[in-house]
């Protein structure tokens, strides 16, 4: 039985609470938040759980096997890095941490110590992102040509973070699933804020790859209503993923153009193919019991989970390049 | 009696022939097209119209009050310079010409001669953007925040210029128009070519100004479906425009945002409104016989058309400078 | 405090539990319900409610005061007859009986013992619906002119009773309350069973008034998709319901039609009007919540609750005749 | 070369005269209609035309081989008797005539004269149709469970007949085809008037055949949104033919249900089964032309149409059964 401990009772801790009580092989033993109310709650559903208003005291606990950190962005390479340096395996929220250099330095503690470190990439986890992972490692895509993703709505600012360390961290985090870790060269970034606090709540990041794929993202806080579409555009097929739609959520198009005479650049002709469509049946997951179940996986088999520290490395990479020209209103940033 | 003539028959040229013989108080009486068969077609459906096959003769022929140019981008700006030396009021299609040089040089010599230059920003005259642009002036929509807007589909490639001058240019005429002619300070610009003659086939723009206003255009030919939305952000209100609606195309969002304790950043607060949703119904309007009205309305009253020279000016100028950081991977070129 | 026993746990019991927990004045102490699996469920969550296997014993609890009903359809009679002759108020799940002489004889029984019956019809406490009721309350609808319901999907079969009283019942319920309790004339109903069993699993009601009200009703277990449509036509205007929609559930579209000359038929002339369309934000409301509420609040207040006995009977009636007509092909059924 | 005349120049006649003109082997030589305008724009358009005010003096030009009408309803029955008697081969606008003792006139002088007589199903020659048909052909949709279609929009009242032979016409004609000539053993019609001529504006049919399919259309001129959506269920698919949307008009559902013990009726269960989505390509086709060029097929191959006077008859059976039952409440009217 792999012990774990779970850091943050926000929004979203309560859900991993239930999910890894619902793992077979893992048993949440304790749980720690600054408020009482939080502790409260979780007491009521389970009273067996140990409370702490301190994780690190949470973390001195030496029954625990791994820990979850459901805590502001800010403070996750801090607390990752406690609870790795007392032989914890940690699952962090995602952004893994606010900088490549913070993760380069968590990869490597946790490699010395040989522990699991998995940042909750939840998307890679659903029905949606799984059958499209399917279709590109196939072949029946073909070449990869683009990736454009938008996820916009009237949302929650953060206070401190700008709406790509928010959003776009879920659509980066699909195209590099997607696409094998596929790194780009160039990041450029664009966007505004709306508020005097400077906090970007509407952004675009282009990623420049040495091939002709190309990935664009669209994040905004500030949309009137809810948008989460997902264009994938591949040599051979497009796909439009629309997480918005209850069911048909994946649609495959047999639609496509090529260059029929590419040798005499005098005579070139665009070839378009309009075709059927085809919208697969979606296996039914929940995802963040696939999350909870990879990361209890991890430990026990010492495996690496889809969300690895490796593909979390990759999207905070990007982030914190597109932040950097985000600042400078689209100055290319080299990687 | 304005008397018209018409250079280029392809796709657009008998549109035109068909709407300005509509006008009032226009009449077209000479075409001009290199393609025999092109002429033909014409002749037969109006046999009195005189046919060239070059349009420098057509130019010659005094009677001829004003040209209207729908021949391929490169050509507009000596064709235009041309009429205009002999006298000729000017419509060009979009876009007016192929740099802000050209532009201001047409500008110029329309000045001198008195004579009316118009550019054929047809969107303009369609009830949805008219609506739009009621909504701004009006004080409705608030504060202009953002301009995000989308045109995409599986379309035919131009072989010699970027998709930017052939979509782009509609959501840059649209935003110049209902902004008020609203200057950007500087363009952002990437994309990418999918075929061996490097003319980008996906690019993305975003324009900075001196204040937060904040503008986006996503132009494809590649999309496996047809998207033609724009998001208008406001501080009291938002608009979607779907144009791809048969009927509902423009909804009216009583929804936003706003900061609640700007004085003290550590507090701050953001309510967040969700309202009402209006959909009015929009004037019918064919917006081909509004430009070729707008155009021989100018010429007759001496008035500036909506899709005037400047309008045409701001266009190109934004289309100019994006190609420029299109090139070096969303470089900021400042205005 | 209203103390109050619920029977039967299947689908919807628990919901019910929980719902009448939460509300002021009352309180659960008592389920029950033939499956221990069911009552041991609701041990775990709430300790301190008495289980019952059989509903009788429930029943002869004498500090209990109020009971809920949630069994299948063809117990709802004895049982409810059974509550009431022992002093108890009584809801009961839809439809609140099989025929109108069992809804008039319980109807009966409550009045004697001055007890509050109730149905419920969960929909009359949505937002969708109560917007609905006061668009048409208010005049702005004008004279209704027609009904148009469709409730399809692919749905759990009932074993023993044809889709009209498992889906129209909703549609049913919902006409009733917007029209203030209009009663039909007369009632057909089409329909076919596609099963050895002859449960009608398709199937249409059409209901007649005195005046040119006119009401359809479409039920479907067997559609491959999911739609809840409801078109409702006034003289003034008309509204779409569409409950599949997240958000903008109610379109009221100032759209109609007039006749002109009513004097010589020779000459009548029918105007069409297409006006602007508005998407009411709709109040938040967890409908079994308001039920809830509404059948303590009639027992608390001797009040009538929204989803009156009378409201039942009036569905009952309906449905009766409709099963009478649908096993005849349509036959005209006089009420 | 087969010699055409057209007779009634309304909506719908010069259509005919286009497309007729525009098939191989066939050639208008003269149109009738009493409006001298809509002569003059045919003339215009083509002047070699012999323009008619009298349908009767075009039927006696020696020289016409084929005759079209494209005029009110009630004028079906005897110009086309009288055209068939004059050795004309006849095309009538759908419906085919008022009554089945008509149409079956009408059938017996065509086959005794050998002449052809076609009903303008327009809708069969339509690529959404079409794929229908040889999904349902192919054996892939499995047994016919329903059909239930929707054809609503605010449109046009028909001062003289009710909206079904406007609307319900189409859908029958769907039915007929792809059901191969099912004939239903009895019809239930339900609707009302909301005008003083008592003219039926929305109307209801349902149709029972010897099997357990079962068919039900929705005609109405009175709502505020255009539906055109028909549902066709079978036993291993599915298929939503949604005639609004641009280009994906057809869906394949592999989705169903079966019953899984059929002898014990007291341990029967239903499976269900939900599946992949299927959007196929559809075949570019201007229905019209099709139309046309079956007419004058079936003259010069002595060949059978796809809309058959056979379909006609069915059509117009099924109209006129459910215009009775329609002025009786749904009364059933069996076949």
């Known amino acids: ?34 408020d009482d109310n939080r502790l409260g709650k979780i007491h009521q559903l389970y009273p067996k759980i140990k409370l702490f208003k301190d994780a690190e005291e949470l973390f001195n606990l030496s029954e625990i096997d791994a820990v979850v950190l459901a805590t502001p962005i800010n403070t996750h ?21 606010t900088s490549r250099a913070e993760v380069l330095e968590l990869i490597d503690i946790a490699g010395e110590k040989e522990l699991s470190l998995m940042v909750d990439h939840t998307f890679l986890y659903t029905g949606a992102v799984q059958k499209i992972k399917s279709v590109v490692d196939s072949g029946e895509l073909g070449k990869l040509q683009y990736f454009d993703s938008t996820r916009i709505n009237l949302g929650l600012f953060n206070p401190n973070w700008s709406v790509i360390w928010d959003l776009a961290v879920h659509d980066l985090s699909i195209f590099d699933y997607i696409s094998g870790g596929k790194k ?20 675009y990041i282009s990623l420049y790859f040495e091939d002709d794929t190309f990935a664009h993202i669209t994040s905004s806080w ?28 994946i649609k495959i ?9 590419p040798e005499d650049v005098h005579k070139w002709l665009i070839d378009y193919r309009f075709g059927d ?25 010492k495996s690496l989970p889809l969300a ?20 400078n209103r689209g100055q290319t940033i080299n990687l």
Chains 1, 2, 3, 4 share one sequence.
């Not at 198009?253 to 005479?261: K, L, P």
């Not at 469509?277 to 088999?301: N, T, W």
Request: aromatic share 6%.
């Open 184 to 203: 780009p060269v160039a990041v450029s970034a664009t966007g505004v804020s709306h508020t005097q606090l400077g906090i970007e709540n509407l952004a």
């Open 277 to 301: 469509i085809y919208i697969p049946k979606l296996p039914q997951m929940e995802a963040l019991k696939g999350v909870a179940e990879d990361f209890i996986g991890s430990i026990r088999d």
């Open 253 to 261: 198009y047999d639609s496509g153009f090529s260059v029929s005479s």
């Open 77 to 97: 390479y801090t607390l990752a890095k406690t609870a790795l340096l007392k032989g914890k395996h940690v699952l962090v929220e995602k952004p893994l941490a």
């Open 308 to 327: 690895s520290s490796e593909s979390g490395l990759n999207v905070v990479t990007i982030l914190e390049a597109a932040q950097k020209s985000l600042v």
């Open 222 to 249: 500030i949309s009137p209503v809810k948008i989460r579409k997902t264009l994938i555009g591949g040599s051979n097929k497009m796909i439009i993923y629309d997480d918005v739609e209850p069911t048909e959520k």
């Open 1 to 34: 039985m792999i012990k774990v401990g779970i850091i943050g009772l926000g929004y979203w801790g309560p859900n991993l609470v239930r999910n890894f009580q619902s793992v077979n092989g893992a048993e949440v033993i304790a749980v720690a938040d600054f």
